[in-house]
């Protein structure tokens, strides 16, 4: 539920491009302008420098002219660094591997890996600094590369001096300006899983609601009456939508599972109604049934309404271990059916005339022939 509040405790933001000179450099100057903010402490970018490492850059032409290439100066500046695994023995039948390394001490600092030197094919040997520039060079914790993009996570931690704009202010005054053409800002994990579940409640709302739509056209055998009842679901959006804004709760992945709850409830009432008027048209006149359909199902409509609203009024203060992750569901429900129950009690009848309204017959004027 952390994931779908609009405002949390920390800042947030991904920078990707294809050149990671340019990221880094994006995301450095970020980093200093935000740390200059009082809304954000702790700043950090995972390209930052996590330690310097000792970088050793060939020189190609001197490299080649001395008979070396740039993979066996590595190979062989490896193997005298790290060590070289000389042979496997079979010792009680157990396996063990002999590596020959120099003592710990041999090369440690800058100095002892420039005075390397270099054994060439044609016997003699080289400085290593005479063919490579050896020297300290910044390395970041890591390098992440997706779809050819490199990019770098910039995290803070908001203050007290936060508010629930500061994300959407830091964005426009820090993050936006520093974009460039051939560097943007990226979808984190978070936000990708929020659209995602977003998504796939949407499309289980209006699958909901076309299933629904079925139900009823093949109850009732009219599609007028159909749609007509479906018109209680906008009716309900009003009241829902309204509640969420009174109680300033922020529409949610549970807010919107409400939604998809509500869906088949507010269509109740109007089933119900609908129904009882097309059964009393049987015996009496369009507008006596629907008065009569009114009266009687009045108390029966508002009873199942009630009763649901006032199921929900614990969870919607929230009482209980998971009552503050499940307030946005009983909100919806309770201003949806509200809204839904009154407004379709009075205007479903004059839905129900409109839709049911036959043409009248045009009279036939004197000294004109009759058809």
């Known amino acids: 539920m952390s994931m779908m509040s609009s405002f949390g405790n920390s800042f947030e933001t991904i920078i990707q491009g294809a050149d990671y000179d340019e990221v880094k450099e994006v995301s450095d100057r970020i980093v200093s302008e935000l740390m200059e903010r009082p809304e954000v402490t702790k700043v950090h970018s995972d390209a930052e420098n996590s330690s310097p490492v000792i970088e050793v850059t060939v020189d190609g032409a001197k490299a080649k002219a001395a008979g070396l290439s740039a993979s066996s100066i590595g190979s062989t500046l490896n193997q005298m660094v790290s060590g070289v695994e000389a042979a496997d023995l079979d010792i009680d039948g157990e396996s063990v591997t002999v590596k020959v390394e120099y003592p710990e001490d041999t090369y440690e600092t800058l100095d002892q890996i420039k005075g390397i030197v270099l054994a060439t094919g044609s016997g003699s040997s080289v400085l290593l600094t005479d063919v490579a520039q050896v020297g300290f060079h910044d390395s970041p914790a890591s390098i992440r590369r997706e779809e050819k993009q490199y990019k770098v996570t910039i995290s803070a931690e908001y203050t007290e001096h936060a508010t629930a704009m500061s994300q959407m202010t830091l ?119 629907l008065i009569e359909a009114g009266a009687t199902r009045m108390r029966p409509i508002l009873m199942t309404t009630l009763t649901t609203i006032i199921a929900m009024i614990p969870m919607a203060f929230g009482w209980g271990s998971s009552g503050e992750m499940t307030k946005g569901l009983a909100l919806v429900n309770i201003g949806g059916l509200t809204a839904s129950t009154i407004l379709s009690l009075l205007l479903l009848p004059v839905f129900y005339c409109i839709i049911s309204r036959t043409p009248k017959k045009e009279p036939v004027r004197k000294g004109e022939d009759k058809e």
Do not use: C, H
Not at 206 to 222: D, R
Not at 237 to 254: K, N, P
């Open 171 to 289: 964005n426009q005054e820090i993050i936006e300006p520093n974009l460039t053409d051939t560097v943007t800002t990226g979808m984190n994990s978070m936000d990708q899983s929020m659209n995602e579940e977003f998504s796939a409640i949407f499309k289980a709302i209006a699958t909901a609601i076309f299933l629904i739509f079925v139900v009823m056209a093949m109850q009732f055998e009219s599609l007028k009456f159909s749609l007509m009842v479906m018109v209680t679901i906008p009716f309900s959006l009003i009241g829902s939508f309204g509640m969420l804004w009174l109680a300033d709760s922020a529409i949610s992945m549970i807010s919107l599972v409400g939604f998809l709850m509500l869906v088949g409830t507010v269509v109740n009432a109007g089933i119900l109604y609908v129904d009882t008027v097309n059964q009393y048209r049987n015996t009496m006149d369009r507008d006596t049934a």
